[in-house]
């Protein structure tokens, strides 16, 4: 069966500082892949999005950039944490148009 | 673009209540509309999915939703509620496009007292 991984679950890092989340898929190849933020009361908010390895789509301008090094591993990443970079952070896949999103358990990051 | 509101911000209901959580979508054509849950601190499950067919689909844990096109409508609904259920739930609509792209309401967060 397929399975999502994605860590840290909790993360506290000062502002300036770089920032590295990892998310892995398993038991399929092709995924679709998503990042996604989740501020307290605003939903979610689609940042990037992968078709492919090396493919990135970014939906929004920020501070923030992804990666995806391999087929089932897509990576967020910033080299300068803001305040605003604070949320819970969500990575999910989906194998096929229209199926639904699997969802990780998510990364809390907290800029102090 | 597509767009989803859930008017509803926060629901109480008693346990073994029955439960609708309202949702209202825009979108031109025939949507893709999602119902997820979300427990405090963990990723969102998937309940329940319409693509197309069958307007009343049938979820997870004993949900169900139907799709209301003359309404724009696609409403969560349990007919009796347990405390376990209590949680946060996202109304989503999806498009076509090669690739999955999934506009999320504001989520209405569901309290169950006993």
């Known amino acids: 069966s397929q399975t999502i991984h994605q860590w840290p679950a909790t993360l506290v890092q000062p502002v300036g500082s770089p920032l590295s989340l990892e998310c892995t898929v398993e038991?399929?190849?092709?995924?679709?892949l998503y990042w996604y933020r989740q501020a307290a009361g605003r939903g979610l908010q689609l940042l990037f999005y992968?078709?492919?390895?090396?493919?990135i789509s970014s939906e929004v301008p920020q501070n923030l950039s992804a990666s995806r090094p391999q087929d089932r591993q897509f990576i967020l990443s910033s080299k300068k944490l803001l305040l605003s970079d604070s949320g819970f952070y969500l990575c999910?896949?989906?194998?096929?148009?229209?199926?639904?999103?699997?969802f990780g358990s998510g990364t809390r990051l907290t800029v102090v | 673009a597509q767009s989803v509101t859930q008017p509803d911000i926060h629901i109480t209901v008693s346990e073994g209540a029955s439960l609708e959580l309202r949702c209202n979508y825009s979108?031109?054509?025939?949507?893709?509309l999602f119902w997820y849950v979300q427990s405090p601190g963990q990723g969102l499950q998937l309940l329940l999915k319409?693509?197309?067919?069958?307007?009343l689909v049938q979820g997870i844990k004993g949900f169900e939703a139907e799709f209301k096109r003359s309404q724009s409508s696609f409403n969560l609904r349990k007919p009796s509620v347990h405390w376990s259920d209590a949680a946060e739930y996202f109304c989503a609509v999806g498009v076509s496009g090669g690739y999955q792209k999934v506009t999320f309401g504001t989520g209405t967060k569901l309290q169950v007292i006993p």
């Open positions: 992968s078709v492919g390895i090396g493919q």
């Open positions: 038991g399929t190849s092709n995924p679709n």
């Open positions: 999910a896949w989906t194998p096929l148009e229209g199926l639904g999103y699997t």
């Open positions: 319409y693509f197309s067919g069958d307007t």
């Open positions: 979108y031109g054509a025939t949507p893709y």
